[in-house]
Nanobody
Framework: QVQLVQSGGGLVQPGGSLRLSCAPSGRTKSNYAMAWFRQAPGKEREFVAA????????GYVDSVKGRFTISRDNAKNTIYLQMNSLKPEDTASYYC??????????????????WGQGTQVTVSS
């Protein structure tokens, strides 16, 4: 069984920064295509960013382009989401996701096999 363990998140003022981390644990393969999703109260889960197995390919939802950066450290088997210039509308629970059957996972949540426990990000003054 594979678990995704998340860390980071919290409360930050508008314009501030946060970094989320996610690492697979348990019976893991060497690497996974991974992504971040988020879900705000009363809204559906939304794709945020994805990174390929190698880390060379990335994708973002338009609303975070230029502000968020997804990256991975394959030596540590960990992915990160650096979030800068945060806005109140970024407030949500953030989830990392992984799949082992593709080089790049894409934007569809249903194509991911493993999910983290979620971490709250609140942007408020």
């Amino acid at each position: 069984q594979v678990q995704l363990v998340q860390s980071g998140g919290g409360l930050v003022q508008p314009g501030g920064s946060l970094r989320l981390s996610c690492a697979p644990s348990g019976r893991t393969k060497s690497n996974y295509a991974m992504a971040w999703f988020r879900q705000a109260p009363g809204k559906e889960r939304e794709f945020v960013a994805a990174v390929s197995l190698s880390g060379l390919s990335t994708g973002y939802v338009d609303s975070v382009k230029g502000r968020f950066t997804i990256s991975r450290d394959n030596a540590k088997n960990t992915i990160y989401l650096q979030m800068n210039s945060l806005k109140p509308e970024d407030t949500a629970s953030y989830y990392c996701a992984a799949r082992s059957d593709a080089y790049y996972g894409g934007t569809d949540a249903s194509s991911y096999t493993y999910w983290g426990q979620g971490t709250q990000v609140t942007v408020s003054s």
